[in-house]
C-alpha cells in the first residue's frame, strides 16, 4: 500500500519560512520522481515543484528563488523549503508521486500565509 504523508504546514507572517516534508512509503523511493503541487480555494491544482530520481529539479515560475525541494533517499522524504512566503502562497500543498508508471497523491498540508 502507498502512502504520502506530508506535515510541516501551518500558519505564518509574509516573508515568513517553513519547511515540508512528505514521507513515503510502499514505493521504490528512489526511483520515483517526487514533486508538490498547490490548490488555493477556488482554484485548478498547480504545480510547485518536481525533483527527479537523479536530482533534477524542475518549479513554477512564481515560486522560482524562493521555494527548493529536496530529497533524501536513504528516510524515503521528500522537502519543500519555502522562504520569503507570500499571501498568495496560501494553498493547500499536496505531495505527489509518480513512480513505476502510476501517480499517486498524499492527503494534503493546509498552508497559510497572513499579510
Known amino acids: 500500500q502507498v502512502q504520502l504523508v506530508e506535515s510541516g504546514g501551518g500558519l505564518v507572517q509574509a516573508g515568513g519560512s517553513l519547511r515540508l516534508s512528505c514521507a513515503a512509503s510502499g514505493i521504490i523511493f528512489s526511483a520515483s520522481v517526487m514533486g508538490w503541487y498547490r490548490q488555493a480555494p477556488g482554484k485548478q491544482r498547480e504545480l510547485v515543484a518536481t525533483?527527479?530520481?537523479?536530482?533534477?529539479?524542475n518549479y513554477a515560475d512564481s515560486v522560482k528563488g524562493r521555494f527548493t525541494i529536496s530529497r533524501d533517499n536513504a528516510k524515503n522524504t521528500v522537502y519543500l523549503q519555502m522562504n520569503s512566503l507570500k499571501p498568495e502562497d496560501t494553498a493547500v500543498y499536496y505531495c505527489n508521486a509518480y513512480a513505476s508508471l502510476r501517480t499517486y497523491w498524499g492527503q494534503g498540508t493546509q498552508v497559510t500565509v497572513s499579510s
Open positions: 525533483i527527479t530520481s537523479g536530482g533534477r529539479t
